[in-house]
């Protein structure tokens, strides 16, 4: 099956920096990579999602890469905030057959201190 | 602004009793999922449905643990026995198909003395 790690485990930046979290995957089936934002006490929430077909995906401050050859996708966030403060979860799902799952990774603690 | 509703929020109870969970999925969403969240674990997938049909129940104790959805729009989560180890934040998510976002409920928080 599908395995996401993601680094680091914690990440802590001065406000007005940038941030940057990577995951890896193991199977090259998977296609599509949301990630999630969790702020304490909260639900998860997409933030930015990215299929394979694009090598990378902008959002306002939030870019997401994708390289398939090495099985790596990263979360860029440019100009923290406070309010950007959260776990981060990156995740890997294939499309085709019968499986409809997201395999996460263990999660990123972003702390953007003021 | 269309949501996944889970009910209780929260649900605190002894050991060996029974506990429920209830989701409503987002209107016209056709998968829906249970994870359970720990700070050990993270994220855990228990099961999931397709068309109401169970698609993956293998990240569920089976012995204590059962899911089912009597209709499309509501999926139910059952522990019982439960144990103190079953604490956790449980969510529901739903989607339209693969390669399509999962929306999560807010949890139900559950604790179990």
């Given amino acids: 099956g599908e395995n996401v790690e993601q680094h680091p485990s914690t990440l802590s930046v001065q406000e007005g920096d940038s941030a940057v979290i990577k995951c890896t995957y193991s199977d090259s089936a998977s296609n599509y990579f949301p990630w999630y934002k969790q702020e304490l006490g909260k639900r998860p929430q997409l933030i930015i999602d990215i299929r394979s077909n694009v090598g990378e995906k902008k959002d306002q401050r939030i870019a997401v890469t994708l390289n398939k050859t090495a099985k790596h996708f990263s979360l860029h966030i440019t100009e923290t905030q406070p309010e950007d403060s959260a776990v981060y ?17 263990k999660g990123t603690l972003l702390t953007v201190n003021p | 602004d269309a949501r996944v ?3 209780p929020r929260h649900k605190v109870t002894e050991m060996g ?11 016209g969403h056709n998968t829906v999922f249970w994870y359970r969240q720990t700070m ?23 012995d ?15 522990i019982q026995p439960s144990e103190p180890r079953d604490s956790a934040v449980y969510f529901c998510a739903s989607g339209l198909s693969q390669a399509q976002p999962q929306h999560f409920g807010d949890g139900t928080r559950l604790s179990i003395l």
């Fill in chain 1, 89 to 105: 979860f990156c995740a890997a799902s294939p499309s085709g057959g019968s499986n409809y799952k997201l395999t996460f990774g």
């Fill in chain 2, 5 to 7: 509703t889970q009910t």
């Fill in chain 2, 17 to 27: 009793q029974e506990v429920t969970m209830r989701c409503q999925p987002i209107l």
């Fill in chain 2, 40 to 62: 050990m674990q993270g994220l855990e997938l228990l099961a999931y449905f397709r068309n109401r049909a169970p698609l993956d129940d293998s990240g569920m104790p089976k």
């Fill in chain 2, 64 to 78: 204590r643990f059962s899911a089912e959805m009597p209709d499309a729009t509501l999926a139910t989560l059952k």
